[in-house]
């Protein structure tokens, strides 16, 4: 397979690793306090949404600490063995077989690039008409599409610097725009006098939530095997608390905020932030906050995994990975998926989820409930007939069923997605495994007779 050596597959070694704490978290920062936090939380408070602003702000927590929680436990082997996502399939669902987490976790990372993309666009077209009245959102979209690509050029390094200088001009440039809104036009009382919702849609806004940051834990090691080992566990565990929960938590309470003040009727966030501002200024420095903010969740949360994938499926370089991914991430439409209108946004975000969830679940499960302590990582790297993780002709009946039955039920119950598919994906691989499903199957096909010639 060839690699780019500014960003590889193979595991990196204890002594190698480039991210301290002090930088892990703030690219987390960094990647999370992003519009698409944001617009979950703007869909989902009154007058835009069905909650009110307690309901938002419960719904907005519980998303936060439960996907915190799923970066700590599935990025935990990239923490200990140095390996990045798509090598940590290969455990559960074979070394053929891996594929199938891989493009589910492909597919929306190259939907939210595509989004992120857009969201760039948007801002730099808010700006240039505030400032001079002109504008070109095609220009823009292309522009900032190969910004993405030049910073993303050399691999994690231009990654952690960039993401850690901008965390600092993100939380700068949001606090001072939430402080000047909240002090001249304060939070409606309408807002939080409405009635809202405990019940169903409540439980659909905290997967939705969780959904915009699953396929960030979903490939979790692959930046968790860049961070020191020091600290036994708790570097990693650190890590991802302080890094992805309050990140998300800010970026929920500005949307709130932003949803309940927002007096004009648009389903454009961006442009809502824009009509908030109270004058120019304000309103270009939020816009700016957008751009550094789209700009770092692209390259850790959506370039990244995207890259590694190809890499692996097709074998191609570090940068000619960027370029595909970024062409791909057009053919979206990025411009009819970031939109409330009919639902779209949470319909679009619960849909990708249907398989996410399960998959999750059978990583979760198989690291936790049969190989913690035991990764056999040479194998890992063996796509041979001979690797430990060959099983059937390269896949894993177990995982792959697992998965099919999770996502299911999730369709059954789309609203709720990855709260259905998940639970279902790991207790149904656990009772697989412990049939000895892939062996008994391999044992049966083993001892069939060969059809005869005519």
């Known amino acids: 397979m060839t690699e780019s050596s500014s960003e590889g597959l193979e595991p990196i070694a204890d002594g190698d690793r480039s991210m301290s704490l002090s930088h892990y978290i703030p690219v987390w920062w960094a990647s999370f306090i992003i519009v698409?936090?944001?617009?979950?939380?703007?869909?989902?408070?009154?007058?835009?949404?069905?909650?009110?602003?307690?309901?938002?702000?419960?719904?907005?927590?519980?998303?936060?600490?439960?996907?915190?929680?799923?970066?700590?436990?599935?990025?935990?082997?990239?923490?200990?063995?140095?390996?990045?996502?798509?090598?940590?399939?290969?455990?559960?669902?074979?070394?053929?077989?891996?594929?199938?987490?891989?493009?589910?976790?492909?597919?929306?990372?190259?939907?939210?690039?595509?989004?992120?993309?857009?969201?760039?666009?948007?801002?730099?077209?808010?700006?240039?008409?505030?400032?001079?009245?002109?504008?070109?959102?095609?220009?823009?979209?292309?522009?900032?599409?190969?910004?993405?690509?030049?910073?993303?050029?050399?691999?994690?390094?231009?990654?952690k610097w960039f993401d850690s200088i901008a965390a600092g001009v993100i939380i700068v440039l949001l606090a001072y725009t939430v402080f000047t809104v909240v002090s001249k036009q304060g939070i409606s009382t309408q807002s939080i006098e409405y009635g809202g919702t405990w019940g169903l849609p409540f439980l659909t806004i905290v997967a939705a939530h969780v959904g915009t940051a699953m396929t960030g834990a979903l490939n979790a090691a692959d930046l968790s095997r860049h961070l020191e080992k020091k600290r036994g566990s708790w570097n990693h565990i650190l890590g991802h608390l302080l890094g992805v929960a309050p990140a998300m938590l800010y970026m929920a309470l500005v949307g709130v905020?932003?949803?309940?003040?927002?007096?004009?009727?648009?389903?454009?966030?961006?442009?809502?932030?824009?009509?908030?501002?109270?004058?120019?200024?304000?309103?270009?420095?939020?816009?700016?906050?957008?751009?550094?903010?789209?700009?770092?969740?692209?390259?850790?949360?959506?370039?990244?995994?995207?890259?590694?994938?190809?890499?692996?499926?097709?074998g191609t370089t570090w940068e000619r990975g960027l370029i595909i991914a970024s062409v791909l991430s057009v053919v979206t439409f990025p411009w009819v998926l970031f939109s409330s209108e009919g639902g779209i946004y949470f319909l679009m975000i619960n849909a990708y989820a249907v398989p996410l969830g399960p998959v999750l679940g059978v990583l979760l499960a198989d690291y936790w409930v049969f190989r913690s302590g035991n990764a056999s990582i040479p194998s890992l790297y063996d796509k041979s007939r001979d690797s430990k993780f060959w099983f059937i002709r390269g896949f894993s009946i177990t995982a792959l069923a697992s998965v099919l039955v999770g996502s299911l039920a999730s369709i059954a119950l789309l609203d709720f997605s990855w709260m259905v598919g998940l639970p279902i994906g790991f207790a149904t691989y656990v009772v697989l495994r412990k049939l000895d499903l892939d062996e008994r199957t391999t044992e049966y096909l083993s001892e069939s007779p060969a059809p005869t010639a005519d």
């Open 36 to 159: 698409q936090g944001f617009a979950t939380a703007f869909f989902a408070v009154y007058p835009q949404g069905p909650l009110n602003v307690v309901q938002a702000g419960a719904a907005m927590t519980i998303g936060a600490v439960t996907s915190a929680v799923f970066f700590v436990l599935n990025g935990r082997w990239g923490y200990d063995e140095g390996i990045p996502f798509v090598a940590q399939a290969r455990a559960a669902f074979g070394t053929r077989g891996a594929v199938v987490p891989n493009v589910v976790r492909m597919l929306p990372a190259i939907i939210w690039l595509g989004i992120g993309n857009w969201i760039g666009a948007l801002a730099i077209q808010s700006i240039t008409q505030t400032l001079w009245g002109v504008g070109n959102l095609r220009l823009y979209f292309v522009l900032f599409l190969l910004l993405n690509i030049a910073l993303a050029w050399g691999g994690i390094s231009s990654i």
């Open 257 to 314: 905020i932003f949803g309940t003040s927002i007096t004009t009727n648009t389903q454009n966030p961006v442009f809502a932030i824009m009509d908030v501002a109270p004058n120019p200024t304000v309103g270009v420095a939020v816009m700016v906050f957008v751009l550094a903010a789209q700009t770092s969740s692209n390259l850790t949360l959506n370039l990244i995994p995207t890259v590694h994938v190809l890499q692996d499926a097709i």
